[in-house]
Structure formats: structure tokens, C-alpha cells
């Protein structure tokens, strides 16, 4: 079964950090490109960032760009999100998708950025 | 950045009613188009690729089609479990941006 598989959400502080991850199984991982989208409560949905299936590929959207470190380990069929210098507006839940079409995502992991 | 307008935000229909959403995109992206559907509490799900194609497993009365920069999703007669929010989706270039979403209730 093809899976995704989020985690590394939480409560942090503003200016704090955090890493997510997301786990991949039933597909060749590193044949596929990778998006991390958000949504904020109550909100639509948010393309944050892109990497190739190389990783030599990288894009963010503009609010993120310089806090935000997108990442793969293809040996390990993961993908990850470093978050630094989190502000009250990327609290969300991020989900994972494979390929630009986003036809595989995942269950989606929570991130709540408060005092 | 391209915009995607999506109309109209919200809707409501009965099941059997024939119901279409319209997606405009600010300026061409050829027909790099997906819709999703999202229900409460739940990951979005990949409906329509590329404008026009039914992705694997998506049933056959959900289909899309495309005018120029316009883009249209159409449900031909809706079931219970349609009812949900669905999205527009812009994959010619980054950053790949979304319609505001339209909420499908039930009338």
C-alpha cells in the first residue's frame, strides 16, 4: 500500500524550531518529487515547498523562504521540513505529497506555534 | 505569482443535481490543473490531473475540462459522500498555488 506518514508536529514557542518527517512506503521514494503543503485552522490550502527527486531541486513559497529547510534522505525514504524562527502564522497542519499532481498524501501533522 | 479564483466559495445542491465549480487562473498554465476534494479532518484527495483526467479510482461522474484559463470541475449527479470542500490547483510553476476552495452542502 502506497503511504505516507507525517510526524514531528507540536506546540513551540514563537522563534522556536521544529523538524518534520514524513515516512514513505509502497513506491520507489526516490523516483518521485515531494511537496510540503500547510493549512491553517479553519483555512484553504498552502503549497510550502518543493524538492526533486534528487534533492538538487528546491523551491519555497516566499513566507517561508530563509526559515524553512526542505530535505530528503532517499536511502531512508524520508522526507523532512526543518522549521526555524517559527512565527503564530505557520501554525497549521503540514501534510506531505508526492509529485507536482499530489496524488498521494499524507494523514497530515499538526504545528501550533504559541506562547 | 499566478492566482487561481475559484467560484462560486460555497454552494448548496441535492443529491442527483448536476454541479459545476469554476477555477480561473491569472494567466495561462496550459492545462497544469488539479482538483482535490477535502472532507472535515481529513487529507485532501487528487480528483482531476492534468484539467481533464479522472485520476485512478476517482469515480466517473466527477470530471474536467478546460476553456483557455478557465477550468471546470463537474460532479453529473451528486452522491452523500460529495459533499465536501474542494480546491483548484496550479502545477505550471512555483509556487503552486491553490483556489480558496468552494464548500459543497447539502441543500
Known amino acids: 500500500e502506497v503511504q505516507l506518514v507525517e510526524s514531528g508536529g507540536g506546540l513551540v514557542q514563537p522563534g522556536g524550531s521544529l523538524r518534520l518527517s514524513c515516512a514513505a512506503s509502497?513506491?520507489?521514494?526516490?523516483?518521485?518529487?515531494m511537496n510540503w503543503v500547510r493549512q491553517a485552522p479553519g483555512k484553504g490550502l498552502e503549497w510550502v515547498s518543493y524538492?526533486?527527486?534528487?534533492?538538487?531541486?528546491?523551491y519555497y513559497v516566499d513566507s517561508v523562504k530563509g526559515r524553512f529547510t526542505i530535505s530528503r534522505d532517499n536511502a531512508k525514504n524520508s522526507l523532512y521540513l526543518q522549521m526555524n524562527s517559527l512565527r503564530a502564522e505557520d501554525s497549521a497542519v503540514y501534510y506531505c505529497?508526492?509529485?507536482?499532481?499530489?496524488?498521494?498524501w499524507g494523514q497530515g501533522t499538526t504545528v501550533t506555534v504559541s506562547s | 505569482d499566478i492566482q487561481m479564483t475559484q467560484s462560486p466559495s460555497s454552494l448548496s445542491a441535492s443529491v442527483g443535481d448536476r454541479v459545476t465549480i469554476t477555477c480561473r487562473a491569472s494567466?495561462?498554465?496550459?492545462?497544469?490543473l488539479n482538483w482535490y476534494q477535502q472532507k472535515p479532518g481529513k487529507a485532501p484527495k487528487l480528483l482531476i490531473y492534468?484539467?481533464?483526467s479522472l485520476q485512478s479510482g476517482v469515480p466517473s461522474r466527477f470530471s474536467g475540462s478546460r476553456s483557455g484559463t478557465d477550468f471546470t470541475l463537474t460532479i453529473s449527479s451528486l452522491q452523500p459522500e460529495d459533499f465536501a470542500t474542494y480546491y483548484c490547483?496550479?502545477?505550471?510553476?512555483?509556487?503552486?498555488?491553490f483556489g480558496q476552495g468552494t464548500k459543497l452542502e447539502i441543500k
Open positions: 492534468a484539467a481533464s
Open positions: 490547483q496550479q502545477s505550471s510553476s512555483t509556487p503552486y498555488t
Open positions: 524538492i526533486s527527486s534528487s534533492g538538487s531541486t528546491i
Open positions: 509502497g513506491f520507489t521514494f526516490s523516483n518521485y518529487e
Open positions: 505529497a508526492s509529485t507536482t499532481r499530489m496524488d498521494v
Open positions: 494567466q495561462s498554465i496550459s492545462s497544469y
